[in-house]
């Protein structure tokens, strides 16, 4: 690690994990994904810092991580708020009625995509597929689905949130 990582360290349980695939996989380039997931597992999101602590534990370049982590949405490099809403926005989810779900959130929260609240307990992304095609429309809050989706639903789920501790 360099000076600037070698404080970082994730729990002794993730370390564990990351070390026990480093050793099973042919390379440790290919663990960057599992070793990213472990990363926001903790922090909730992937802080700046800990980019270059992923490029060195998978023996990868900076620029490497950056583009992993800029091509695949799960991957947060903004902290998000408490409850991070995304919502489909893929066909099938617009062919159930998508945008209105999308329209009543951004209402409702008074956010854009990408934006959270002042109070930072939401923030909302617009997503692709989260492969719930059949339930349409969806969205996450956090890592729960919620399907089936009405303006009306949404509502008494933002609801439910607000309300809470």
Request: glycine share 4%; with cysteine.
């Amino acid at each position: 690690m360099s000076a600037d990582t070698n404080t970082l360290s994730l729990s002794p349980e993730a370390e564990a994990r990351i070390d026990d695939l480093q050793r099973r996989y042919p390379t440790k380039r290919a663990t960057l994904l599992p070793v990213l997931w472990e990363i926001q597992w903790e922090h909730g999101w992937i802080p700046p810092e800990w980019l270059t602590y992923a490029a060195e534990r998978c023996e990868v370049s900076k620029a490497h991580v950056l583009g992993v982590v800029g091509f695949y949405t799960m991957f947060l490099t903004e902290k998000p708020g408490r409850f991070h809403i995304r919502v489909c926005r893929n066909i099938s989810c617009h062919i159930m009625g998508g945008a209105k779900i999308r329209e009543c959130l951004r209402k409702r929260l008074g956010i854009k995509p990408g934006e959270k609240t002042p109070d930072e307990r939401f923030s909302l992304e617009e997503v692709e597929c989260m492969a719930a095609c059949s339930w349409a429309p969806m969205m996450a809050v956090n890592e729960t689905y919620h399907e089936n989706l009405t303006p009306e639903k949404v509502e008494e789920i933002i609801k439910r949130l607000e309300q809470s501790p």
